[in-house]
């Protein structure tokens, strides 16, 4: 079975830093392009960023663009987003998710998803 | 930047169908998911690439693109299919997510 579990969130003052990881079993990693999205409290969901199976396309949303990095690890099939200059709209449940699609290069659909973990920016 | 747009929310009577839709520009031209998300839950896929039900998701569950607008439909509608709806494209070098639409079983 795919798993997917995030962890790293937490209780950030604005302006600060945050990395959130996401520990994938159960499939092949190297093999799949993995996403982060995200949901305010009471909101929607916003898709964050992308990185392909191999890391060579990465995208964000603008919103965190120079802010957030995207990164993935296949010695500990992890996928990761390091968060800098937090803001309070920041704020809200991260979830990683894997695409359908092996071997992506762009977001096709995201069929397994993570428990979510809590970033809360506040002072 | 691109949009989608979904009927903030929608009500059904149990047995009933249901049809939810999703607009954008262009939409037809572009492959359109949809997710499934209850209260506390993590969101999960209902349908991909417009049409197409992964495993163990009820028959029940169909959708269709077309034009600027995709449409997913939940015939025979149960009590447990009471959640929010979103549907999902690329953009621009972007993923959008529709609004979402909370479906109410009554």
Same mark, same amino acid.
């Given at each position: 079975?795919?798993h997917?579990?995030?962890s790293?969130?937490?209780?950030?003052?604005?302006?600060?830093?945050?990395? +959130?990881?996401? &520990?994938?079993?159960?499939?092949?990693?190297?093999?799949?392009s993995?996403?982060?999205?995200?949901?305010a409290?009471?909101?929607?969901?916003?898709?964050?960023?992308?990185?392909?199976?191999?890391?060579?396309?990465?995208?964000?949303?603008?919103?965190?663009?120079?802010?957030?990095?995207?990164?993935?690890?296949s &010695?500990t099939?992890s996928?990761? +987003?390091?968060?800098n200059?937090?803001?309070?709209?920041?704020?809200?449940?991260?979830?990683?998710?894997?695409?359908?699609?092996?071997?992506?290069?762009?977001?096709?659909?995201?069929?397994?998803?993570?428990?979510?973990s809590?970033?809360?920016?506040?002072? | 930047?691109?949009?989608?747009?979904q009927p903030?929310?929608?009500?059904?009577?149990?047995?009933?169908?249901?049809t939810?839709t999703?607009s954008?520009?262009?939409?037809?031209?572009?492959?359109?998911?949809?997710?499934?998300?209850?209260?506390?839950?993590?969101?999960?896929?209902?349908?991909?690439q417009?049409?197409?039900?992964?495993?163990?998701?009820?028959?029940?569950?169909?959708?269709?693109n077309?034009?600027?607008?995709?449409?997913?439909?939940?015939?025979?509608?149960?009590?447990?299919?009471?959640?929010?709806?979103?549907?999902?494209a690329?953009?621009?070098?972007?993923?959008?997510?529709?609004?979402?639409?909370?479906?109410?079983?009554?």
């Amino acid at each position: 079975d795919v798993h997917l579990v995030e962890s790293g969130g937490g209780l950030v003052k604005p302006g600060g830093s945050l990395r +959130l990881s996401c &520990a994938a079993s159960g499939f092949s990693f190297n093999l799949f392009s993995m996403t982060w999205v995200r949901q305010a409290p009471g909101k929607g969901l916003e898709w964050v960023s992308f990185i392909s199976s191999n890391g060579a396309y990465i995208y964000y949303v603008d919103s965190v663009k120079g802010r957030f990095t995207i990164s993935r690890d296949s &010695a500990t099939n992890s996928v990761y +987003l390091h968060m800098n200059s937090l803001r309070a709209e920041d704020t809200g449940v991260y979830y990683c998710a894997r695409d359908g699609v092996e071997g992506a290069t762009t977001p096709f659909y995201f069929d397994h998803w993570g428990q979510g973990s809590l970033v809360t920016v506040s002072s | 930047s691109y949009d989608l747009t979904q009927p903030p929310a929608l009500s059904v009577s149990p047995g009933q169908t249901v049809t939810i839709t999703c607009s954008g520009d262009g939409l037809g031209d572009k492959y359109t998911s949809w997710y499934q998300q209850k209260p506390g839950q993590s969101p999960v896929l209902v349908i991909y690439q417009d049409a197409k039900r992964p495993s163990g998701i009820p028959e029940r569950f169909s959708g269709s693109n077309s034009g600027i607008t995709a449409t997913l439909t939940i015939s025979g509608t149960q009590a447990t299919d009471e959640a929010d709806y979103y549907c999902l494209a690329w953009g621009i070098r972007h993923v959008v997510f529709g609004g979402g639409t909370k479906l109410t079983v009554v």
